[in-house]
């Protein structure tokens, strides 16, 4: 059944199929993640509730060993589904993930759900990448591309409305297991329609494999994300943190100048050369980064400060949530209309306007109101996500289109992990001395440390005080919680702000439909080797006009960069004729 994929015409009819294969697959990944911090209270409670009686280090650890393989492994993931086959890549993938969800849901200890979810991490590595190399080698088009792109990027917000729902209502009826069990019937059905309309693609070329650089790579983002991610519990001083920033930087830099001189890197970074590349990963570390942070904190403030239950709060996101999955889809029509830059530019400039708008929340603010600040977030990033992905993959050849992805997916990846803890610090510091501002005089001062720290241990403390007093340590709490939150959204406002300058000065305004002979500098910097593979152009081209001159009748399928495609083409009315893209 596959031998079919490898005609041209059967992958371009099959396209929107094989598109709604790659979304399907890529929504077992966004799901997962947003169902987990439901459960995390449950993971928590002792064996004889239910639970695995976890820690709160382990349950730190369940969420982060996830997170740091996934990020980690992104490039080396990447690269290996440009050598060996991104099907394969998104197929090997979807089945460790499917294998690690179902051990994940048997565990018996936490120290066991800890490494299940790594292993899950790494077929997460491979699914994500794969998806979206796999979309921008079958949709050649770039008008075609950016739609296709838009539905992707609208997919994978689908996660922040619909996983608190679904986790609620499956912790509600069915054990904790059940949180990973609902993913392997989505490994199930993306193995199964993967294998009938996911063409495979390659880069041609098929460079030697760089272990070297994977093992830096790996190494040297793990380090860094666990610093990260450890920092704001163990303090960014603390010797150990800085430790790891310290090896984290110096494994990357190393991996930096591995790759500059490898004859057959990883990963080109004569890439970040080409601005739309370097400026649409920077646009979406940045919004990401203020994304991912601002988030965490609102469910917090949903549930904490007013009191939402878990479904509740899911269901005040799910309208953020289809906002992106609408505009996502429509931004391809106004970059066709202003371009990029004014695009992305606006986007970000709407969603640094709503992290102003969350300056305005209060203790009682209300369900419309938290909805409609949402939902201009979302109007906002559907018109980054989408627009500032296709920048990135349009800026590279076709071959190089795995190692493209897993660079969008990583700035996300480590933007977001940042955030979190950047963001979740600031929050902290403000939290801590607002609280202590509060509450000095109202409880005794050596009780005074344990309820600065967050505002979940202060609520729990104030429901064993004395009714006075616990009423004034929730009020405190509340306000104080409220007040970091204004504090975090002008900071993440003004990092967005100053964002968008930069977008708006190093963006390029459009990107031509023509080769971009800039990005083919970029790949092939030598003169030498340039002018060789100019004429092997060259060479292939007459070959393929006198090879047509005499099979008219006989389209035929030649190689185009790291896809297949018609040398009639221009035959067929409902397919361009030759839509190249740019750097193709």
Known sequence: MRAALRDPDVVYRRRWLTLLVLCFSLVVIVLDNTILNVALPRLSEPTSAGGLGATFSQLQWIVDSYTIVFAGLLLTAGSLGDRFGRYRSLAFGLAVFGVGSALSAVSGSASTLIATRALMGIGGAFIMPATLSILTNVFTEPKERSKAIGVWAGVSALGLGIGPITGGFLLTHFWWGSIFLVNVPFVVGGLVLGYFLIPESR????????PGGALLSIAGLGTLLWAVIEAPGKGWTAPEILAGFAVGIGLLAAFMVWELKSSHPMLDLRFFKNPRF?????????????????????????????????????????PQALVIMVTAPLSSAWVHRFGNKVVVATGMFVVALSMVSFATLTTHSSVTYVILLTMLLGAGMGNIMAPATDSIMGSLPRA?????????DTTRQVGGAVGVAVLGSVLASQFSTHMTTRLRGVVPAGQLHGLTGSIGPALAAAQHAPVAVGAKIVAAANESFVSGLHVTSWVAAAMLFAATIGVARWLPARAGEEPNHAGFDAVVADPAERDTALDGHVAAGAALVADR??????????????????NGAADNPARPADARDPAR
């Open 203 to 210: 880069d041609p070329s098929a460079p030697r494999l760089d």
């Open 278 to 318: 370097s400026a649409a990963s920077g646009a979406i570390t940045i919004t990401f980064l203020a994304l991912f942070g601002v988030i965490f904190l609102l469910t917090q403030y949903l549930q904490l400060v007013l009191g939402y239950s878990t479904i509740k709060a899911g269901a005040v996101l799910l």
């Open 400 to 408: 190089k289109a795995g190692v493209g992805s897993a660079v969008n």
């Open 549 to 566: 001159a005499t099979q008219p009748a006989a389209p035929d399928l030649v190689v185009d960069g790291s896809s297949l495609r018609r």
